[in-house]
């Protein structure tokens, strides 16, 4: 189970590609703290201009004359003042960060779960598949007993054709079986990577659990990534009403620019021009639009406060729903074991009363049937058992790779935030690509 869980960890390509997301969305933070950093503009320009100009219409004067004007220039633009929208802006794509590692560590769970559970899967369908052969192996001896019987005049042709039935019956189940275990295979491969191979017992993960239900549900209220991330969905929507009630604020800015021309004019052979501006903008009305805007993100706000409630609720009736499928699935398993160790006695029982003709070959067909549903009944509550351990844990928020000492080192997504938070320029990723 180790070596699934952390392949799948490592490997699974929709876990990846949400890794990729979470670095995409960090980007978010840079883009907003430019607003911060100045922005600069170069200029050239140049071509042929051809000017015949009169000075003077009492004493006719003209110069004419074919020039080549060019010039270059830069000017550096920084915005002083506008309305915290800057602030707000990189302090709500800081929250999306936030919130989108909280998504990758749901995903991290989902994957985990998944890969648990497919686990479990191909040990309970592998093991049924050999209860379903074992039994079409009793069957067969079963009919070839009866047949023999039959020949010797101890039992009717009734017998013989119900030994028949059950062993078709069982050769249909192995089939099935065999189906199942081919389903579940093609899904071990997508979600873990390989192909299944001496997969070895799982023991459940009820070492890591709380003691009562009580206690899980709060554990779950405060990590559970799905309220987390709901909270800093909160958090966005906040910081989305400040930014735009930021545009009814004047903004205000520094201009500074600088010029050299060469040949500007007939008379003018070079200039060059110098200029420092302060420019303050105050918006008085521009439509409308500013005002549904915050209204539009307050309603949003008001919005992600109840879908934050919704999924407390949820998550306190995922708890309880894998709380009781864990307790469950241990009360079943106990009873489970109880019924095959009965059944085995019926079914021994059965066979040898058959033997001295106090049991009939239906009896006997019967006592065996009741036996290998008993041992499915047990494999696949022993599968249960499993897997509503690793639900419970993954319904606290707790299952990952650092509470199940997996060997390896986990993914950190703030190594590559930290990378691009206060990347001023440059088109490759941190990676190289």
């Known amino acids: 189970m180790e070596a699934a869980l952390l392949r799948a960890y490592q490997s699974n390509p929709q876990l990846n590609a949400q890794r990729a997301s979470v670095r995409a969305i960090d980007e978010n933070v840079p883009q907003a703290l430019s607003g911060y950093r100045p922005k600069v503009a170069a200029t050239m320009s140049g071509g042929v201009q051809y000017t015949d100009v009169l000075f003077d219409f009492s004493a006719p004067k003209t110069m004419a004359g074919l020039q080549s004007p060019h010039a270059v220039g830069a000017t550096v633009t920084q915005t002083v003042y506008n309305g915290d929208q800057t602030a707000n802006k990189t302090r709500a794509a800081e929250s999306q960060v936030l919130g989108a590692r909280e998504s990758l560590r749901l995903l991290e769970q989902t994957v985990l779960l998944s890969a648990a559970t497919v686990y479990m899967d191909d040990l309970r369908d592998a093991a049924i598949l050999e209860v379903q052969r074992s039994n079409v192996k009793v069957l067969e001896l079963t009919l070839r007993q009866t047949r023999d019987r039959y020949n010797a005049g101890l039992v009717t042709p009734t017998d013989v054709a119900q030994s028949e039935a059950q062993l078709a019956a069982g050769k249909s189940q192995e089939l099935g079986a065999e189906a199942t275990l081919t389903t579940t295979r093609a899904n071990f491969r997508r979600i873990i990577g390989n192909e299944p191979a001496d997969l070895k017992p799982a023991s459940p993960v009820d070492r890591f659990l709380p003691a009562t239900l009580r206690e899980a549900t709060g554990i779950a209220l405060v990590e559970n990534p799905n309220v987390t991330s709901a ?203």
Request: aromatic residues 6%; without cysteine.
């Open 231 to 433: 909270t800093y969905g909160i958090d966005v929507s906040f910081l989305t009403v400040k930014i735009n009630e930021g545009a009814l604020f004047p903004t205000l800015s520094v201009q500074a620019s600088v010029q050299r021309s060469w040949q500007p004019s007939i008379a003018t052979p070079k200039s060059f021009a110098a200029s420092a501006v302060a420019q303050a903008n105050a918006p008085v009305y521009q439509g409308g639009a500013e005002y549904s805007l915050i209204r539009q993100s307050k309603e949003t706000l008001e919005q992600q406060r109840l879908v934050l409630e919704q999924t407390r609720d949820q998550v306190r009736a995922d708890v309880a729903t894998a709380w009781g499928q864990l307790l469950a699935g241990k009360a079943q398993v106990t009873a489970a074991q109880a019924q095959v160790g009965a059944s085995e006695v019926a079914y021994l029982g059965t066979t040898k009363e058959a033997q001295v003709g106090q049991r009939t070959v239906i009896d006997i067909l019967n006592a065996q049937q009741t036996l290998v549903n008993a041992r499915v009944a047990l494999v696949t509550a022993q599968h249960d058992r499993v897997v509503a351990s690793y639900a419970v844990l993954s319904a606290l928020g707790r299952l990952s790779p650092q509470i199940l000492h997996l060997p390896t080192p986990t993914y950190d997504p703030s190594v590559h935030y930290q990378q691009v938070r206060n990347n001023w320029f440059g088109t490759r990723t941190p990676a190289g690509r």
